[in-house]
């Protein structure tokens, strides 16, 4: 149990200091007005962010009501992550979990995603370990500012 909460406390430091680093990089601005209502079967394709060392990568596909593919962390020095997202579409957000592998040992993490009109940007805020995963205590204080956009290819 220790190894997935320092999984999951490591990717929110990592985002956290992804932003410390983009915070004074003036040639990163987009315009990252949530979109008010998503249809999902615009959401299929790739998704990525490269910069500062750190890629991440959702190749995103649509059936039905779900969304659904696989994801990939490669942030700086740290564990390299990939697995699956699965969710659904809610106003103008992705929401769902991602399952993966850290430390050969399997995960599960709540994930929402703001949809912008250039991509995704992840949102992150405190969690607790709770109903077999990673949950987010309150979705309404989620922050979105990190400044990893995850631009449609």
Same mark, same amino acid.
């Given at each position: 149990?220790?190894?997935?909460?320092?999984?999951?406390?490591?990717?929110?430091?990592?985002?956290?200091?992804?932003?410390?680093?983009?915070?004074?990089?003036?040639?990163?601005?987009?315009?990252?007005?949530?979109?008010?209502?998503?249809?999902?079967?615009?959401?299929?394709?790739?998704?990525?962010?490269?910069?500062?060392?750190?890629?991440?990568?959702?190749?995103?596909?649509?059936?039905?009501?779900?969304?659904?593919?696989?994801?990939? %962390?490669?942030?700086? $020095?740290?564990?390299?992550? !990939?697995? #699956?997202?699965?969710?659904? @579409?809610?106003?103008?957000? /992705? =929401?769902?979990?991602? %399952?993966?592998?850290? $430390?050969?040992?399997?995960? !599960?993490? #709540?994930?929402?995603?703001? @949809?912008?009109?250039?991509? /995704? =940007?992840?949102?992150?805020?405190?969690?607790? $370990?709770?109903?077999?995963?990673?949950?987010?205590?309150?979705?309404?204080?989620?922050?979105?500012?990190?400044?990893?956009?995850?631009?449609?290819?």
């Amino acid at each position: 149990m220790k190894r997935k909460f320092k999984a999951c406390l490591s990717m929110s430091l990592l985002l956290l200091a992804a932003q410390a680093c983009n915070s004074g990089n003036p040639t990163q601005t987009h315009n990252t007005t949530t979109v008010e209502e998503v249809d999902k079967n615009s959401l299929p394709g790739t998704y990525e962010y490269v910069g500062n060392g750190d890629t991440i990568r959702l190749d995103l596909n649509a059936k039905q009501d779900s969304v659904f593919g696989q994801l990939l %962390y490669a942030l700086g $020095e740290k564990d390299r992550n !990939v697995g #699956d997202f699965k969710g659904h @579409v809610k106003g103008g957000q /992705l =929401i769902g979990e991602y %399952y993966f592998m850290s $430390e050969g040992v399997n995960s !599960v993490r #709540d994930m929402i995603f703001n @949809v912008t009109n250039e991509g /995704l =940007i992840e949102g992150y805020g405190e969690v607790e $370990e709770r109903d077999g995963g990673f949950r987010f205590l309150d979705t309404s204080k989620l922050k979105f500012d990190h400044g990893m956009l995850l631009e449609k290819k």
